[in-house]
């Protein structure tokens, strides 16, 4: 059963998930260590975790099943998602795959060590209107991918 899960600290698109599930009638959880303001849609379910970097990540990862969907720009997490069989989606609509995450884990690790070295952050570009539309693009073909995959007995090869 298709299912959403929101890395939701710091993502920019909880309002766009809940009007994409409540379109498909598709269940949320959307995982914090707090702060959230809670939707009062009945199947967005709010789970706050333990304080701790990885709390949020674990608790995803434990839950996550094969045709589900994560929210998250965190590509460690999207990693873990993959693996699993889940599908994960960047909050600017970049959809992660087989063949993207070795890429993205690579240049995560390359800009920790820049950071590490040049003691300067990551300067990140700002959420435009552009990333929001491309998330909602994205979100919506791959739950229909997924529910085409479904349909035709959970093949999982392609999308």
Do not use: Y
């Not at 890395?7 to 909880?14: I, L, N, Q, S």
């Not at 590490?116 to 229909?144: P, Y």
């Amino acid at each position: 059963m298709l299912q959403i899960f929101v890395d939701a600290d710091a993502c920019p698109v909880k309002d766009e998930v809940e009007r994409v599930a409540g379109r498909h009638a598709l269940e949320v959880f959307v995982v914090s260590n707090g702060g959230i303001r809670p939707s009062a849609h009945p199947r967005f379910h709010h789970i706050t975790v333990a304080e701790g970097p990885d709390a949020a990540d674990d608790w995803i990862a434990e839950h996550i099943e094969e045709f589900d969907i994560v929210v998250t720009a965190d590509v460690p997490l999207a990693a873990r998602c993959l693996r699993a069989r889940a599908s994960a989606i960047g909050p600017s609509g970049r959809l992660f795959t087989e063949e993207s995450i070795g890429m993205a884990l690579g240049m995560r690790e390359l800009h920790r060590h820049l950071r590490e070295a040049t003691g300067q952050q990551t300067i990140h570009s700002n959420f435009s209107r552009q990333d929001r539309s491309r998330f909602l693009g994205e979100l919506e073909n791959e739950i229909q991918a997924i529910k085409r995959r479904v349909a035709i007995g959970g093949n999982t090869n392609g999308s």
